[in-house]
């Protein structure tokens, strides 16, 4: 009797067992597992296929027709009326794994939707696409300058992927997507937008911003009489910096950081979480004695600013006025120089917006708490590196996140065909 080299089973019920087996001469593998997939519709469907590595090569919801491939696996979906559900792997069963931070907020992130920090007051960001990040960017500062900063950058001669300044965005506003359990060390995150580094993630940011801030507390307000007395969290800041730098060359070392993709400690990444808690608590305090949309009032009037960096530093270079790069790469470091100037346009924005009752002292403690911030959310994930900070990532329409078209082949019934690799021998 001949055996096959793979076995088609009709199934009934999403927790129906598939068996398979694989020759290899007069050898095969028998394995039985559960159905690898939890995903009950559409839009969970196509967020937990690319959380394990695959690429929809072809997703079109108009006519039901769905194929995805990547990290040795193959899934091939039709929906009603003629519903299939192919499921191939070419991988063993158990590392058959999430790729990435397994949460439903991640998944927003599947389809360019940047989930928004709700302990803030922030709503969910569409930054996925050009036009996603034009809007966005004009709901957070309707003059509009901003926007057409974005969009100059983007010009093809230029670089029309680049999102200088926004990417700001992604850290500021996002929710922390690992989870506060530090039992896992997955750091991981799908790409929500065409470019999402820039002066939070470099090395540069960070070691320019650490001495920016000796700087500032050593400035002769704070230090020659009479001295004014240095805001507390300014001071709370540089503790919790110093702290990290000290205990962790991973914390300002951008590459060795980004080694570590999957496999950061859980004492670092417990450490960078329990201060971005502290500089959440801080906002949410003002927030309860000041008002709910300091925040984002905040941010837009940073990311207002922010997006001007890249021009900015080119010109103060061409014209030889850049300032101390510490050995980095100049052109960032001016950024995070630039970004310490912009902090009294943000003092300037806010007070605009009506914040006028507010010392200038609070909101310039205010943006260096945000910005420390930023830099811990982007130490507890990880994006992307290198030559890949400008690729188009391979994205979903926004719109089919929340997809409800079922799956469920308790409803109906399905065709799965399972063929695994050819692994571990038993004699039949």
């Not at 690992?178 to 750091?187: F, K, N």
Request: charged share 25%.
């Amino acid at each position: 009797m001949s055996t096959p080299e793979h076995l088609a089973l009709r199934t009934a019920s999403s927790t129906t067992t598939k068996s398979a087996v694989s020759v290899a001469s007069n050898k095969v593998t028998f394995s039985t597992e559960k159905a690898p997939f939890r995903a009950k519709n559409l839009g969970q469907l196509a967020a937990e296929v690319l959380r394990h590595g695959m690429t929809w090569t072809i997703f079109r919801p108009e006519d039901g027709v769905f194929l995805a491939e990547g990290n040795g696996h193959t899934v091939r979906l039709k929906l009603p009326p003629t519903y299939t559900f192919e499921y191939i792997p070419q991988i063993e069963p158990e590392v058959f794994d999430s790729l990435y931070i397994d949460s439903p907020l991640v998944d927003k992130l599947f389809f360019g939707i940047l989930p928004g920090d709700p302990q803030l007051n922030l709503p969910d960001y569409r930054i996925g696409t050009a036009a996603d990040v034009y809007r966005t960017m004009y709901s957070l500062d309707p003059t509009g300058t901003a926007t057409k900063k974005i969009r100059d950058n983007r010009h093809p001669s230029f670089a029309p992927k680049c999102l200088f300044g926004f990417s700001d965005i992604i850290p500021l506003a996002g929710a922390m997507l690992r989870g506060h359990d530090l039992t896992s060390t997955i750091a991981r995150l799908p790409i929500p937008a065409e470019y999402t580094t820039g002066l939070l993630t470099h090395q540069e940011g960070f070691v320019v911003f650490r001495h920016r801030l000796d700087e500032f507390m050593a400035s002769p307000q704070y230090t020659e009489s009479p001295a004014l007395p240095v805001p507390h969290m300014i001071e709370e800041v540089r503790h919790m910096y110093h702290g990290m730098l000290n205990d962790f060359p991973e914390w300002e070392d951008e590459v060795l950081a980004n080694k570590q993709v999957n496999n950061r400690s859980a004492r670092f990444l417990g450490r960078a979480l329990g201060h971005w808690v502290i500089c959440t608590e801080y906002f949410k305090r003002i927030h309860e004695t000041i008002g709910s949309t300091f925040y984002q009032d905040l941010m837009a009037s940073h990311l207002k600013n922010a997006v001007n960096w890249w021009h900015q530093a080119w010109n103060r270079m061409r014209e030889g006025n850049e300032r101390d790069n510490y050995g980095l790469r100049d052109y960032i470091a001016e950024g995070m120089h630039l970004y310490w100037d912009y902090m009294e346009l943000v003092v300037e924005e806010m007070e605009s917006k009506g914040w006028m009752g507010i010392p200038s002292e609070k909101l310039r403690e205010a943006w260096v708490v945000m910005i420390f911030r930023g830099f811990c959310w982007w130490r507890c994930h990880w994006m992307m590196e290198g030559d890949e900070m400008c690729e188009a990532p391979p994205r979903l329409p926004s719109e089919y996140y929340k997809d409800k078209r079922a799956i469920d082949d308790a409803d109906m019934d399905s065709e799965f065909v399972f063929i695994p690799k050819r692994g571990r021998e038993a004699d039949i």
